[in-house]
């Protein structure tokens, strides 16, 4: 892949939210000097796209005055009142960086057409902590995908936080929905294993405790039929398998716990062993090894 | 009759043929920043209209991707979007009467913008278009500007020679007005150089086209109307009632 596609495949996907503090800052000094050297076929909407990444990038390392002197070429490109993407680069320019509380409210509450769907997602972000109930920002969710149903960002966080309140059967109906728009998400499928896995760890002599077992099994299952070298999807099932070996349940359905226990084992195995993943996936497989 | 070879006056190279494409150029230049400076800023879309056409979505992504849901949750999504779809919720204007014709474009106020743009835009190009060939032909009619080196059939004639009426002169002599018509079609490339963006080019040469009508998309109500009945006939499957089997399989720990 092409350094140029690279970024803006990180920008596209704004993967640059899930690196690493020395992944953001290698990727930070690669893009510099990517821009230095402008490539001939980089086209206009690319090279703006690839200042917005510089933008985020510098932010996120806690490169201010770079983040300050990037939004100004933007803003000096593409003005500053109508855009909403601007806004945005605003909005998280201010809220990360001012010594006021409020300065990136106040600078929502300052523009005029406030009926923009990101705008809306920020203040509803700001506003967070600031509810005076947790049903408030339930409330305040819902009503943003009843807008927007297929922002699978405010699905998520619809769905995980409705984990944080306990409400796990709310969480799984919520997050289901990311199914339907990305329907081979290999994460969301690791995920919902992992709820099912707490509702049957919150009560496990539950009546219907080997269901909720067998659907995390199933769950993980799947994540790992999408993604072969998945350290998640892989742990998920090495526990849930081997939980199910003890419990009641059908012979022939027990004999195939059994070998996907030992499938997920060796596999995990393998993949510490020839180091196919990442140091922290490593680490995490080699724990789960240890205390299963 | 065989024609004597002409001879060119150098000077015209010099008035007539680096003039015409130096001012075809200028002429680009200046009528894409025009361009640019009259494209109106998109208009936001109404949250009410993006609420329409995402749940339209969600619905048709639901009647794809289905098989990720257990029956419960397939079963109360589905009731659930059934309900909404039919009930007028998303619906973000009125929906007209069976027997209301749909309204003319040409009087409808949010049409009527669109096709003012348009004509504005393909009115600018034309007058531009009439200008350049006016000066063109003021000043460059019946000259002849170079001879092609290479051989060419007689059917290009009228494409390379506008402008000359002699029926015997050979056809790789290219005529001003000739040379102007190529140049307007050639010059993306110079453009490409220019801009450095290829795709600025490419939309100058877009613009030379009429762009086609707007398409009236059918009214809303009726599209979730026929999402819902799509919806109440899908027979339920899951894709993970035998994924234990597929992984054993794939791993060869077991044989189908």
């Avoid at chain 2, 200028?26 to 009259?38: D, T, V, W």
């Avoid at chain 2, 450095?196 to 939309?203: E, P, R, V």
């Avoid at chain 2, 040469?205 to 799509?230: L, T, Y």
Wanted: net charge neutral; with cysteine.
């Amino acid at each position: 892949m092409s350094l140029k596609k690279k970024f803006l495949e990180i920008h596209q996907l704004a993967l640059f939210a899930t690196f690493e503090p020395s992944k953001t800052n290698e990727t930070y000094l690669d893009l510099i000097n990517f821009l230095k050297d402008k490539d001939d076929s980089l086209t206009q909407i690319e090279y703006y796209n690839l200042l917005e990444l510089q933008f985020y990038l510098a932010l996120i390392s806690c490169r201010d005055e770079v983040a300050k002197v990037t939004l100004d070429r933007i803003i000096d490109k593409f003005g500053d009142e109508d855009s909403e993407r601007i806004a945005v680069l605003k909005i998280k320019y201010l809220s990360a960086t001012s010594s006021e509380e409020d300065a990136a409210l106040n600078y929502i509450e300052s523009r005029k057409g406030k009926n923009e769907i990101h705008i809306l997602k920020s203040t509803i972000a700001l506003n967070k902590n600031k509810n005076n109930s947790k049903d408030d920002y339930v409330v305040l969710l819902k009503g943003l995908l009843e807008v927007t149903p297929l922002d699978v960002e405010v699905i998520s966080e619809l769905g995980e936080y409705y984990y944080q309140l306990g409400h796990f059967d709310k969480a799984i109906f919520t997050l289901q929905d990311i199914l339907l728009v990305q329907p081979f998400n290999h994460l969301t499928f690791a995920r919902l294993g992992e709820i099912y896995n707490a509702i049957y760890k919150r009560d496990p002599k539950a009546k219907d405790a080997t269901h909720q077992l067998i659907q995390s099994q199933k769950h993980f299952s799947r994540s790992i039929e999408l993604c072969s070298n998945f350290v998640r999807g892989w742990s998920g099932l090495y526990i849930s398998s081997k939980e199910l070996k003890t419990h009641k349940v059908d012979k022939n359905k027990l004999a195939n716990y059994d070998k996907l226990y030992k499938l997920s084992r060796d596999k995990l195995k393998e993949i510490i062993d020839l180091k196919t993943a990442t140091n922290k996936d490593l680490e995490y497989a080699s724990k789960i090894l240890q205390s299963f | 009759m065989q024609v004597p070879e002409l001879i060119i006056d150098p000077s015209l190279k010099y008035w007539a043929l680096f003039p015409i494409t130096f001012a075809m150029i200028l002429f680009g230049l200046l009528r894409q920043n025009i361009n640019l400076l009259l494209t109106p800023t998109p208009k936001k879309k109404a949250l009410s209209k993006r609420r329409e056409a995402e749940q339209l979505e969600k619905a048709q992504l639901f009647k794809r991707n289905y098989w990720n849901l257990p029956l419960s949750d397939f079963k109360a999504k589905q009731e659930w979007l059934i309900l909404r779809l039919t009930d007028g919720t998303f619906i973000a204007e009125k929906p007209k009467q069976e027997n209301e014709l749909p309204q003319n474009p040409l009087t409808d106020p949010n049409a009527s913008e669109g096709l003012m743009n348009m004509a504005k835009n393909s009115f600018g190009n034309m007058i531009a278009q009439y200008a350049m060939m006016g000066w063109i032909n003021f000043f460059f009619t019946g000259f002849i500007l170079m001879k092609l080196p290479f051989p060419l059939t007689y059917k290009f004639k009228q494409m390379l020679q506008a402008g000359i009426a002699t029926t015997d002169l050979d056809v790789r002599w290219v005529s001003a007005i000739s040379w102007y018509f190529i140049s307007t079609l050639g010059l993306s490339s110079v453009f490409n150089v220019l801009y450095g963006d290829t795709t600025i080019a490419s939309t100058l040469n877009q613009q030379q086209q009429p762009s086609a009508p707007a398409v009236v998309s059918p009214q809303a109500n009726r599209a979730m109307e026929a999402e819902a009945n799509d919806l109440k006939i899908i027979s339920h499957k899951y894709v993970l009632d035998d994924v234990e089997s597929r992984i054993l399989h794939q791993y060869n720990l077991i044989t189908k």
